[in-house]
């Protein structure tokens, strides 16, 4: 049994060559030694289909599947970005496509796992385009358009509709208290990780009479990051690298 590492929100697009680099060599230098790495959605910064073979795609698609392929467990959750990654995208990357929120046992302790964006409820225009933009209907148009299209379209909608957009954390609304409780209480969990605000911490707070956890991941930067590590004690500790 060895650890597990979770990490979100790299936004990883061909504009930003240095996070990519980044990326490449979390894999080969952190995560080498672990034996499975969650990545909690807004792994790319735009996913506008599985047929997109740009240079940068390729080249990430490339090292997830080196990583993979050395019996470790890789799963990605779809974050707001990137939430049209596909089974092409999972199978070519020989990673595991995880449903939001998902819980499981890390460390021996029933943790629920999510994106975040679910969590923000007080931004209601946020959630009525999330539902748009997750509907079927929707998602069965855009990706049978052409590719440039698609790229074209990505780009309006993300000037458009505020978060979808931006990577200034003032943008993205924080957490709503009372949605994080009724997610924990629903999955039967007291500790809670999760990215998409850009506000990395950890609460602790009282949950029906015990202490309760919610580690929020950083996002990342050009030069450096911060991932969590679980043992297989439980014991959950954020290592910087970069
Ligand atoms: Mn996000």
Not at 114 to 135: F, I, T, V, W
Not at 208 to 221: F, I, K, M, P, Y
């Amino acid at each position: 049994m060895a650890d597990t590492l979770i990490i979100s929100d790299l936004h990883l697009s061909q504009d930003r060559p240095a996070t990519v680099d980044l990326f490449l060599r979390f894999l080969q230098e952190q995560a080498v030694g672990a034996g499975a790495l969650y990545i909690l959605g807004d792994l790319f910064d735009a996913w506008i289909g599985d047929d997109n073979d740009s240079p940068a795609i390729v080249r990430i698609i490339e090292a997830l599947r080196q990583f993979a392929d050395s019996d470790r467990q890789l799963l990605v959750m779809h974050g707001n970005r990137d939430f049209l990654l596909g089974t092409q995208f999972a199978e070519q990357a020989g990673c595991k496509l995880l449903p939001d929120p998902y819980t499981c046992t890390l460390g021996g302790i029933r943790t629920l796992l999510m994106h975040g964006d679910l969590l923000c409820s007080d931004d209601l225009e946020y959630q009525e385009a999330r539902k748009l933009l997750r509907s079927p209907a929707f998602i069965k148009d855009f990706v049978s358009r052409p590719i440039e299209q698609r790229i074209q379209l990505a780009a309006e909608y993300r000037k458009r509709s505020g978060e979808v957009v931006s990577l200034k954390p003032a943008d993205i609304m924080d957490v709503n208290q009372q949605t994080v409780e009724r997610y924990m209480r629903e999955n039967g969990t007291h500790r809670l990780i999760h990215g998409h605000t850009h506000r990395p911490a950890l609460h602790q707070f009282e949950l029906d009479g015990s202490t309760a956890e919610r580690h929020v991941l950083e996002d990342w930067h050009e030069q450096s990051s911060s991932y969590l590590r679980i043992a297989t004690s439980g014991q959950i500790t954020r290592e910087n690298f970069g």
